[in-house]
């Protein structure tokens, strides 16, 4: 039985549920942003074509490491040179080449709530939750160790969020929860507190096969249904330097086998895993996504791939892992227009290193988002709450980042240039002498002439101070708290919940997951 | 006699300064952002016609207020339709669009100190102090009215920073000077603390010849020389909508007649002095700022002269003026488009509307940034300091703004694509079981290989909660001190230093300047 339709009684409860969240935030209708202006190109066509062939020469003459005896049997069936002693394998670039033209350059992925599908590529972009920290902060109780109460306090928060598009992974570790089950409890507060596209961990098998059961039961879809289109996906990262673990390459084989979309994403940091210049991470970068691409071109041709940039630096100083910085955003606009010359959706992230939710947090966040969606990146992970290289989630920053995030999205809206919005006939009522807040003009459109910012405090300094000089942070603590004390998960079919809960139940009997990952 | 060279002396006095300087602060080279993307153009050519057209519509039916007996004197003798009853003028386009021409499209301003010089054009940008908030504040002592105490120590950051490169007006304005004669003291001050390009407020006859003098004073230059070419200029204002007022015309004519570049930059806020919209507002702007271009053209043909935008929105719910929004940016990006289309220089701001330097503060000024520097400004005014929609310069702010310039100037440090830099050999070197800490590659290159800023914190958690949990403003705040005390003036010569207060005593005796402006 098919349950892939809210029942009439869950759509009412998604109304009021969504005019209980109103009340506490004024905010941006779902959706996703579109980009209007062109991408900026860091390269010229030469320079496009000199990164291609050292990241070309890297796979043929160096190779990358496959840690996984069931992908080196796929490549070497393939025809490429395999050395089962050195696990590395070395590719032929027009075998490559052939695999990546494979990768659909756009897909759509559809949640439980088919209102809530996202479409990766096309000129789009989609925003997803902070991703993997182990650790949370807030204003009021400080930094801590990761919680399931956390964690679904903040998955409460990317549900509220419209323009939040999907989960990346878990916000934040709930280390409260056993290992061996915690993906059970996990995903299913993923899967009940939010109805938008989740994240499986390639951490083992047991893992992504419950992930992937529980994504199908949730959507109330057949075995053939799920298989059918990208319901979920994963992100795996290769061990940088030219290294692919097993985990990793077992979750991707066992998602493309089953249609299901996977983002590679090496971590190739300038001058500790990679080369000390941007591009020559960016190569490696280059090198070690496709080998892993073209694997599962090889597996299920047309299978859903991104392509992940996660380029940046090193502090020189500290080895400390910097983000935000002018070689991130170089690193991350030469990632997309690489993407865009192998015509497969990329995949950057809105990173910075600050310890807390301040100045430095914001300016390097703004350059990770000014930096991917000028690269036109697709895929934008960690867009909300990511601080301390990703050590934390904090919650203030996770309403900074969306206010942030809406303004960017309020900023790809088409201009429109009819005569009535050029404004003569206003310019010529009003004058020299007078004002336009009054004019016909301005009364026909001041309810939504321009962008209404939910965190931003506009009032002269007076009126502030008078009001206790609340700054930013204070202002998203706040905040945040009235959303999550008037949060509505959205409906979800009782039979379904069910099915879930009893999956879990008879998963846990059975032990969960092994531990050693 | 000619002073314009620095003795020996002065040489090694200013190298003295450098060291003294360096020891609290490591930043940047002196220098200029020369812009290596591509601008954002929001228009295509259909909508730069568009955008035009309205503008001259503007200037040919509804016309402009010129008050000021001679602007309109000379208008009318250039064959415009002059109302000397409303004071209204009306403008043929292609008359309008004859004078814009003769604009030059780059030029050099040269202060005292020639290597100081900044090119205005020429895809360069040039960043100027905060100037003329009534306030200042910073968190020792919170915000209190304008002091010269204040004044002189953010002349002295401006100083300071290698990535400010002139003085826009005063960054704040001294109220414990009389009015009459605060043009001489403060310009003392601006001359003698700095030997970058200052500002002359267009304020009344007096105020602008005074100021013309001392800067001719202080480079040592005949007037002559001084006239021959830029040394200083002025920023004027329209009082929008669609007017021009006295003192503002009568500055800048004053300078264009002695070749000294003149600023135009309309204060077209949205809803309020200009159209509800974005287009129509800039349509408006341009219609001042053309009305004005013209008549300097046609005073002195070739005068070198800035488009300015400050087009922004209000905040409907309050009328108060909001800056860094997602309409600022496209407001930005229009007018850089709309003055390449012109050929002109622009001049934009980063702007915003925080009451503090906090998370809003900063992501509304990189807002700010973003959209002048994609939309290639050649003059970006209050770059430093800027708080409180322009009421206040604030200590702190002054150095994040300079920092997140830095990362500006430094990404747009040209990309090098050799093949050392593709780093082939260390990729083959290191394999896939090392890391590029100690290879030769990384050892070649760390000690400067990435921008290394010097207000970030990139140390992790649990050592920068050791060290207090200090925050960006705090950390502003203390290295900001240390600038400011280990401070050394820019030498200037025992007799020009004398002349110029000669001049000041002077002028003081006489009473200074009317204050009836």
Redesign the interface.
């Known amino acids: 039985m098919s349950r892939s339709r809210p029942a009439r009684s869950s759509r009412r409860q998604n109304r009021e549920a969504a005019a209980a969240k109103a009340a506490a935030l004024q905010q941006l209708h779902w959706g996703q942003l579109a980009y209007?202006?062109?991408p900026?190109?860091?390269?010229d066509e030469e320079?496009v074509q000199?990164?291609h062939d050292?990241a070309m020469?890297?796979l043929e003459?160096?190779g990358?490491?496959f840690l996984n005896d069931e992908a080196r049997a796929v490549l070497k069936d393939a025809g490429c040179d395999v050395d089962d002693n050195t696990q590395?394998v070395r590719f032929d670039r027009d075998w490559v080449m052939e695999k990546a033209k494979l990768a659909p350059s756009s897909f759509t992925m559809t949640p439980r709530n088919p209102d809530r599908a996202i479409e990766i590529g096309n000129g789009k972009a989609a925003f997803g939750m902070v991703a993997s920290p182990p650790?949370s902060m807030d204003l009021e109780k400080g930094?801590r160790v990761g919680n399931r109460q956390d964690y679904q306090d903040l998955i409460r928060l990317s549900q509220a969020f419209n323009c939040i598009n999907f989960n990346g992974g878990y916000p934040v570790e709930p280390i409260d929860i056993h290992a061996s089950i915690r993906h059970l409890d996990a995903i299913y507060d993923l899967l009940t507190l939010t109805d938008k596209i989740i994240h499986a961990y390639s951490l083992g098998p047991e893992r992504v096969e419950d992930a992937m059961e529980m994504v199908r039961i949730a959507a109330g879809l057949t075995v053939e249904e799920f298989d059918a289109k990208p319901r979920m996906f994963t992100n795996i990262n290769s061990s940088s330097?030219?290294?692919h673990d097993w985990p990793m390459l077992d979750g991707a084989m066992r998602l493309a086998r089953r249609n299901q979309p996977v983002i590679i994403a090496p971590f190739t940091l300038?001058?500790?895993?990679?080369?000390?210049?941007i591009?020559?991470?960016v190569?490696?970068q280059i090198a070690e996504c496709l080998a892993a691409v073209a694997l599962l071109q090889e597996i299920n041709p047309g299978n859903p791939v991104v392509m992940g940039a996660f380029t940046s630096?090193?502090?020189?100083k500290?080895?400390?892992p910097?983000f935000g910085?002018?070689?991130y955003?170089?690193a991350m606009q030469i990632s997309g227009q690489m993407a865009r010359f192998y015509d497969i959706p990329w995949r950057g992230s809105n990173a910075n290193?600050?310890?807390?939710?301040?100045?430095?947090?914001?300016?390097?966040s703004?350059?990770s988002l000014?930096s991917v969606l000028?690269g036109h990146c697709n895929v934008v992970f960690h867009a909300a709450g990511w601080v301390?290289g990703g050590?934390?989630a904090s919650f203030e920053k996770v309403l900074?980042d969306c206010?942030?995030i809406q303004?960017?999205m309020?900023?790809n809206?088409p201009?429109?240039?009819s005569e009535d919005?050029?404004?003569?006939d206003?310019?010529?009522e009003?004058?020299?002498?007078?004002?336009?807040?009054g004019c016909d003009?301005?009364q026909a459109?001041?309810?939504d002439?321009?962008?209404?910012?939910f965190?931003?405090?506009?009032?002269?300094?007076e009126a502030?101070?008078e009001a206790g000089?609340i700054?930013?942070?204070e202002r998203?603590h706040h905040l945040c708290k009235k959303i999550l004390a008037s949060f509505e998960p959205p409906p979800m079919d009782d039979a379904i919940r069910e099915e879930l809960e009893a999956f879990i139940a008879k998963r846990k009997e059975e032990g969960g997951a092994a531990t050693d990952f």
């Open positions: 209007i202006d062109d900026i190109n860091p390269l320079g000199k990164i050292a020469r890297v003459e160096v990358i490491l590395n650790n930094r330097p030219l290294k300038a001058g500790a895993m990679a080369p000390v210049t591009v020559g991470s190569v490696q630096n090193v502090d020189m500290s080895g400390s910097a910085t002018p070689e955003m170089r290193a600050a310890n807390a939710p301040d100045a430095q947090a914001v300016w390097e703004q350059n000014f000028s301390e050590l934390s900074i206010e942030m303004q960017w309020y900023y809206r201009l429109d240039l919005e050029l404004g003569l206003a310019i010529r009003v004058g020299p002498n007078g004002h336009f807040f003009h301005t459109r001041y309810k002439a321009f962008y209404s910012p965190l931003s405090d506009w009032r002269n300094f502030w101070q000089s700054r930013t942070p998203a």
